[in-house]
């Protein structure tokens, strides 16, 4: 791997002189940026219904705005991997990224028309966000982690589900006392607080510095080393001729559009089931803590399970519990929340280890910035097409199927790609 060398009179980098190892750091402000990066996500449930009042647009044109910022996120995403597998690659993009996805969501406040929606909040937001929504944990957090690393990608996406408790309630809040407008205002202010500042701590991988893997010292650091040098080592160019690498990208694709459409469909759907604004919002709250558990558990068995085999169990599940809402009513349903969390949470959180676990950490940027979109597309249509279909039927009931057979091809194709392990490309270069 590509890193600065350091030899015995060599001065180290403050990185590397830091009390505890600065992996934990990273792991620190990528929390900070999935956090407030997934805030237009999981709180554009509580915009709707005043924007809709105000402006007079139908749901799928405001949830659409977030499709399209997921879409073009995902577009840009294979233009940038490479770069963060550069010495401040991760710095730079960051605070970048994190520079304009602020500025759009602080321009939100004066959108009149579906338009300048589209284009302020889609377009350049989904520019400002390619960087954010995955690219920490999935290309640069894994660097920094072998045998903590789903340990360590845990607590960054944490951040997610800590984002659900925590903003929904907020935002609510401040539109009752001063608008959605205003609202969004306040959102742009933390993006900046908590994304672009503590962006410029970000170091792409522990080389960088003169670390190792796990914060590994001594024997340990040697032994470290000799098990990255065995940790599978692919190019893009490789790993794109590999057919696990795109029957993964398959599966993952499928799981994405659950994972998305029904969080962002959810204070609506307990709304339109009769459950008042508040409990809607209390209840999809709950679906933040149970994300939380969630991330605890599947983190855990995946420092000691194949990332392939727990993606594939949280495939059953999802496609179990995804359809329990039509057995569900009165202010009982808003529990669909937490229980699909527990499932859709770790899903969204861990489906990026693939590549470090197929593929290594060398190029991990790269073939994770050529794997995005995929996922990424999917994953944007489901807020759209839940919102869709509910306007064409006047019910998520067809959505919510949907979103049910997607969970069932997704864990299809896990299994596919399980049978085809033993396929994975060899270590080397071309």
Same mark, same amino acid.
């Given at each position: 791997?590509?890193?600065?060398?350091?030899?015995?009179?060599?001065?180290?980098?403050?990185?590397?002189?830091?009390?505890?190892?600065?992996?934990?750091?990273?792991?620190?402000?990528?929390?900070?940026?999935?956090?407030?990066?997934?805030?237009?996500?999981?709180?554009?449930?509580?915009?709707?219904?005043?924007?809709?009042?105000?402006?007079?647009?139908?749901? /799928?044109?405001?949830?659409? #705005?977030?499709? &399209?910022? +997921?879409?073009? @996120?995902? =577009?840009?995403?294979? %233009?940038? !991997?490479?770069?963060?597998?550069?010495?401040?690659?991760?710095?730079?993009?960051?605070?970048?990224?994190?520079?304009?996805?602020?500025?759009?969501?602080?321009?939100?406040?004066?959108?009149?028309?579906?338009?300048?929606?589209?284009?302020?909040?889609?377009?350049?937001?989904?520019?400002?966000?390619?960087?954010?929504?995955?690219?920490?944990?999935?290309?640069?957090?894994?660097?920094?982690?072998?045998?903590?690393?789903?340990?360590?990608?845990?607590?960054?996406?944490?951040?997610?589900?800590?984002?659900?408790?925590?903003?929904?309630?907020?935002?609510?809040?401040?539109?009752?006392? /001063?608008?959605?407008?205003? #609202?969004?205002? &306040?959102? +742009?202010?933390? @993006?900046? =607080?908590?994304?672009? %500042?503590? !962006?410029?701590?970000?170091?792409?991988?522990?080389?960088?510095?003169?670390?190792?893997?796990?914060?590994?010292?001594?024997?340990?650091?040697?032994?470290?080393?000799?098990?990255?040098?065995?940790?599978?080592?692919?190019?893009?160019?490789?790993?794109?001729?590999?057919?696990?690498?795109?029957?993964?990208?398959?599966?993952?694709?499928?799981?994405?559009?659950?994972?998305?459409?029904?969080?962002?469909?959810?204070?609506?759907?307990?709304?339109?089931?009769?459950?008042?604004?508040?409990?809607?919002?209390?209840?999809?709250?709950?679906?933040?803590?149970?994300?939380?558990?969630?991330?605890?558990?599947?983190?855990?068995?995946?420092?000691?399970?194949?990332?392939? @085999?727990? =993606?594939?169990?949280?495939?059953?599940?999802?496609?179990?519990?995804?359809?329990?809402?039509?057995?569900?009513?009165?202010?009982?349903?808003?529990?669909?929340?937490?229980?699909?969390?527990?499932?859709?949470?770790?899903?969204?959180?861990?489906?990026?280890?693939?590549?470090?676990?197929?593929?290594?950490?060398?190029?991990?940027?790269?073939?994770?910035?050529?794997?995005?979109?995929?996922?990424?597309?999917?994953?944007?249509?489901?807020?759209?097409?839940?919102?869709?279909?509910?306007?064409?039927?006047?019910?998520?009931?067809?959505?919510?199927?949907?979103?049910?057979?997607?969970?069932?091809?997704?864990?299809?194709?896990?299994?596919?790609?399980?049978?085809?392990?033993?396929?994975?490309?060899?270590?080397?270069?071309?």
């Amino acid at each position: 791997m590509t890193h600065r060398d350091h030899g015995p009179g060599d001065q180290l980098p403050w990185q590397a002189r830091f009390p505890f190892f600065y992996g934990w750091v990273i792991v620190a402000v990528a929390f900070g940026v999935t956090f407030i990066a997934t805030g237009p996500f999981w709180t554009i449930g509580v915009f709707v219904a005043p924007m809709q009042q105000d402006l007079g647009w139908s749901r /799928s044109a405001i949830l659409g #705005a977030v499709t &399209v910022r +997921g879409i073009v @996120a995902s =577009l840009a995403g294979p %233009l940038v !991997g490479g770069y963060l597998d550069r010495p401040g690659g991760a710095r730079n993009a960051t605070v970048l990224s994190g520079l304009l996805s602020a500025g759009t969501v602080l321009a939100t406040y004066r959108v009149e028309s579906e338009l300048e929606f589209f284009l302020v909040f889609g377009v350049l937001g989904g520019i400002g966000s390619v960087i954010q929504n995955s690219a920490l944990y999935g290309a640069t957090v894994p660097k920094w982690f072998v045998r903590r690393r789903g340990s360590a990608v845990a607590l960054v996406t944490m951040g997610s589900p800590v984002a659900t408790m925590v903003l929904p309630a907020l935002f609510a809040g401040v539109i009752d006392a /001063s608008g959605w407008r205003m #609202a969004w205002v &306040v959102m +742009g202010v933390l @993006a900046v =607080l908590l994304a672009v %500042l503590p !962006g410029f701590l970000l170091v792409s991988q522990p080389e960088d510095v003169g670390l190792h893997p796990d914060g590994a010292t001594g024997r340990d650091a040697t032994a470290a080393a000799t098990h990255a040098n065995r940790e599978p080592s692919s190019t893009l160019a490789q790993a794109i001729r590999s057919p696990v690498f795109w029957i993964l990208n398959l599966a993952l694709a499928l799981g994405s559009l659950p994972v998305a459409g029904l969080p962002a469909n959810l204070v609506p759907l307990f709304t339109d089931r009769g459950i008042g604004r508040e409990m809607a919002v209390f209840g999809f709250s709950t679906y933040g803590l149970l994300g939380l558990l969630g991330r605890v558990f599947w983190g855990y068995l995946i420092n000691r399970r194949s990332i392939a @085999a727990v =993606l594939l169990i949280l495939g059953v599940y999802g496609t179990a519990a995804t359809p329990l809402i039509f057995f569900m009513q009165g202010d009982v349903t808003v529990i669909y929340a937490p229980l699909i969390a527990f499932g859709i949470g770790s899903y969204v959180s861990f489906n990026q280890l693939v590549w470090a676990s197929y593929f290594g950490r060398e190029h991990l940027g790269a073939i994770t910035g050529a794997a995005r979109p995929f996922a990424s597309i999917t994953a944007s249509l489901g807020p759209f097409l839940m919102a869709w279909l509910f306007d064409t039927w006047g019910s998520y009931d067809a959505g919510v199927h949907l979103m049910t057979g997607a969970w069932l091809l997704s864990t299809v194709a896990l299994a596919w790609a399980m049978t085809t392990e033993k396929r994975r490309i060899p270590s080397g270069t071309l």
